[in-house]
Structures are given as structure tokens and as C-alpha cells.
């Protein structure tokens, strides 16, 4: 796990959700890894990519966390629900944004 690059000054908040992120990122890569890259078959190859998709938004989310922007929505940048967090701590955007991509 790398959570060096983080601000030790971190509130303890941040830290839990840096740590749960770390842990879906960690998941989510083993699922890839253990997931045929050339495949020829569809469904493979939506499930690869929305593991990547994921992946990158997790990663984009722990970039944000460390900068001090996590939860706040990357579109409108008014504050993404906690219950939305809750269920989706990778998530950039506020629902109603989400919903109208
Ligand atoms: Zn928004």
C-alpha cells in the first residue's frame, strides 16, 4: 500500500477514506489481473472496462483527497451527498451531475 505521497497533517477523515480507497484500488487491480486481457468475449471485455474505469476514478479520487478537493463535484463543484460517498467513495461527481452525463 502507498500512502507515503500523503500530508501527515491529515485529518483522521481524510486518512479512513484514503484507506478505503486504497483498499478498493487493491481489489479492484486483483479482479483485473485475474481477468484475461485478449479476449473475444464481450462480456470480458465490459467487465475489464469498467474494472479499469474504476480504477481510474479511484485513483483520480485519491489524488483528490490528498490535495484537500475530495467530495467536492469535479462538474459543478458543489459538495457530492455523504450518502452518495458512502456508496461510492470514488465517486467525482454529484449524483445530479452524474445523472445528466
Ligand atoms: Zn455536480
Known amino acids: 500500500m502507498t500512502i507515503d505521497h500523503l500530508p501527515t497533517a491529515l485529518p483522521r477523515h481524510l486518512r479512513e477514506v484514503d484507506l478505503r480507497l486504497a483498499r478498493v484500488q487493491e481489489d479492484r487491480e486483483d479482479q483485473l489481473h485475474a481477468t ?13 472496462g469498467n474494472l479499469e ?11 483528490r483527497v490528498a490535495a484537500g478537493d475530495y467530495g467536492t463535484c469535479m462538474r459543478c463543484h458543489g459538495v457530492i451527498a455523504e450518502e452518495r460517498l458512502e456508496f461510492r467513495p470514488w465517486a467525482l461527481t ?3 451531475c452524474a445523472n445528466n452525463e
Open 53 to 63: 474505469a474504476t480504477l481510474r476514478d479511484v485513483r483520480v479520487a485519491r489524488e
Open 36 to 48: 484475461p486481457p485478449n479476449t473475444s468475449d464481450p462480456a470480458t471485455t465490459t467487465y475489464r
Open 94 to 96: 454529484c449524483a445530479p
